[in-house]
Each structure stands twice: as C-alpha cells, then as structure tokens.
C-alpha cells in the first residue's frame, strides 16, 4: 500500500524552492544533487558538509490516505519519513488491532505533525474503537476509494530528467542564515556551473 523513495530539499530559487524527487532513491538511477552532496562531503570543511546535509536525499514512504476533515477531496498522497512510515506497519502487524485497514472493522488512524520542512516530526496512533468505511464516507465509499489508483502512476512521484534537477541545483542551494557561522548561502550559482560537465546526464543513458 506504499511507494517508497526519497526527496531532496532546498534546491532551487526562493521562488521555486519544492521537495525534488530523488531519482537515485526512488529509481536507482543518476541523480545529480547526489553527486553534489558525495563532492560536498569530500571537501571535510564545516561549511560544505552542513550544506550537504541540509540536501542530500532523506528517505520517504508515500500512501493513499483520505483525511476525515477534508472529505470532499476524496483519496490524497501523503509521504511521511521512516519512523513514522514504521509506526504505523506496527499497527498493522498489531493483533490487538485486527486489520486496521479492513473495510468493516478497520481503525482511523490519528496523524499528529510538528515543525517544518526537514525538522517535521509525526506521531502516529491509531483510534481505540473500529468504524465501517460507509460509517466514514457514506454508501458511496467504494467509488472513492477506487479513485486511489498505483502510486506508480503519479507524476508527482515520478522524478524529474537528470537535466532537468541540474538546472534546478544550479538555480542555487538555500541554507538558512541563522544557522550559518559565516555569510553564506550554500554554492553560488558560479560555483555550480563549474561542474556541470561532471553532473550533466545524457537523457539516454537514464
């Protein structure tokens, strides 16, 4: 019932600065913030090796889910990270609370978030008594949940060309100034370009 994969943050402008779809972790292909953050890394200097962490991949479960208090919108895609993605196998794997995602004697389960970006945090628990999906969505319940059609069919999930994310990176690397010890916000764009040659993926060999 999940896709996994991974997204990079705070690639891009300010402009444009969106969650990148990782296509070394979501497709074991070449992915060119991978190969930035691995040279960043190598430098070993404070600087370089703070703003690789700030980008390099981190690891995401996505799922169908439909929120209780959005109804109207029908089955939406939620991507959480590991810990919570394991809570809630837990659950499943829970006697105590039969199949939580049964039709009839299914669970709610009760998503708490906390932070933002890269320093959200979810609790995960699931509602002590079971509902019916009809109890929740009304007799129409199988049309809605039939619109929740394979993951793998999703654009949003599919990652971008190589050149694509490389001319993204080179739009530049956004590291918040207060947790800088000198004026500095990530590579510049200069900086970027210089390796490009090093980064560019021919489409083909994807």
Not at 45 to 64: C, V
Not at 77 to 84: D, F, L, Q
Not at 137 to 157: C, F, R, T, Y
């Amino acid at each position: 019932f999940w896709k996994e994969g991974g997204i990079h943050f705070n690639i891009g402008d300010g402009n444009d600065k969106k969650p990148i779809v990782c296509p070394k972790m979501t497709l074991n292909k070449k992915c060119p913030i991978c190969n930035e953050v691995e040279k960043l890394y190598k430098t070993r200097t404070p600087e370089d090796i703070k703003i690789a962490k700030k980008i390099r991949a981190k690891s995401r479960f996505w799922m169908w889910i439909i929120d209780l208090k959005e109804k109207d919108r029908g089955p939406q895609i939620w991507g959480c990270g590991p810990m919570a993605f394991q809570d809630i196998l837990n659950y499943f794997n829970d006697d105590d609370y039969e199949d939580i995602s049964d039709a009839k004697v299914g669970r709610n389960i009760i998503v708490e978030k906390t932070g933002q970006m890269l320093d959200t945090e979810y609790s995960v628990r699931p509602r002590p008594k079971s509902t019916t999906l009809e109890q929740e969505l009304g007799k129409n319940w199988k049309k809605i949940v039939e619109k929740a059609s394979p993951l793998d069919d999703h654009s949003e999930l599919t990652p971008k060309s190589a050149n694509t994310i490389l001319s993204l990176l080179e739009a530049g690397i956004e590291v918040d100034e207060e947790e800088e010890d000198m004026p500095r916000k990530g590579k510049s764009k200069k900086d970027l370009k210089k390796s490009k040659k090093k980064h560019d993926v021919d489409e083909d060999e994807e």
